[in-house]
T-cell receptor, first 113, second 113 residues
Framework: QQQVKQSPQSLIVQKGGISIINCAYE??????FPWYQQFPGKGPALLIA?????SEKKEGRFTISFNKSAKQFSLHIMDSQPGDSATYFC????????????FGGGTRLMVKP | DSGVTQTPKHLITATGQRVTLRCSPR?????VYWYQQSLDQGLQFLIQ???????AKGNILERFSAQQFPDLHSELNLSSLELGDSALYFC????????????FGAGTRLSVL
């Protein structure tokens, strides 16, 4: 059962453009929603995270938008740069249940110069 | 560098064999998580240990087992290997069992021939 669905699978954006990746979850018990960035040959690295009590969180060029009623959240990368080219994973976890991460399927982002 | 060390980086073995993957968590982190990343299943949680005790189990096969030692390093044992076990295996660590910020190692790439 895929509890976190992520789209699109791949994304090509021009330098300076906005990259948008969407995720939807099923389990309403999830209470922590991180995004991870993974470069080839490396492990995932935490990029930004949000809890369901806020609707938006911004860190530099990266913004998470969260819609609790729709059970959806998204990552926006403003002014996308070639160095942002990587695979992005959304994830979700439950605070009091071990906090293991349930990952979305990943989005491979390519930012063209 | 996340501070999480995984060895070996690459492992090539044959079907039916047994291998051991090793993980050293970040200094001070008590919790270790193991994840499997494959093309068809994506990133999936396998098992979590906290301060030497098993904390949570995910989609871990019975042929797989893990443990966390008193010095907090962890080992993932994979036995009776099958072709389908070929994947990247990641270890992540966090300060405590709540695990909200999980730091990932670079992974061990297992190839079963």
């Amino acid at each position: 059962q895929q509890q976190v669905k992520q789209s699109p699978q791949s994304l090509i954006v021009q330098k300076g453009g906005i990259s948008i990746i969407n995720c939807a979850y099923e389990n309403t018990a999830f209470d922590y929603f991180p995004w991870y960035q993974q470069f080839p040959g490396k492990g995932p690295a935490l990029l930004i995270a949000i809890r369901p009590d806020v609707s938006e969180k911004k860190e530099g060029r990266f913004t998470i938008s969260f819609n609790k009623s729709a059970k959806q959240f998204s990552l926006h990368i403003m002014d996308s740069q070639p160095g942002d080219s990587a695979t992005y994973f959304c994830a979700a976890s439950i605070d009091n249940a071990g906090n293991m991460l349930t990952f979305g399927g990943g989005t491979r982002l390519m930012v063209k110069p | 560098d996340s501070g999480v060390t995984q060895t070996p980086k690459h492992l090539i073995t044959a079907t039916g064999q047994r291998v051991t993957l090793r993980c050293s968590p970040r200094s001070g982190d008590l919790s270790v998580y193991w994840y499997q990343q494959s093309l068809d299943q994506g990133l999936q949680f396998l098992i979590q240990y906290y301060n030497g005790e098993e904390r949570a189990k995910g989609n871990i096969l019975e042929r797989f087992s893990a443990q966390q030692f008193p010095d907090l390093h962890s080992e993932l044992n994979l036995s009776s290997l099958e072709l389908g076990d070929s994947a990247l295996y990641f270890c992540a660590s966090s300060v405590d069992g709540r695990g909200h910020i999980q730091y990932f190692g670079a992974g061990t790439r297992l190839s079963v021939l």
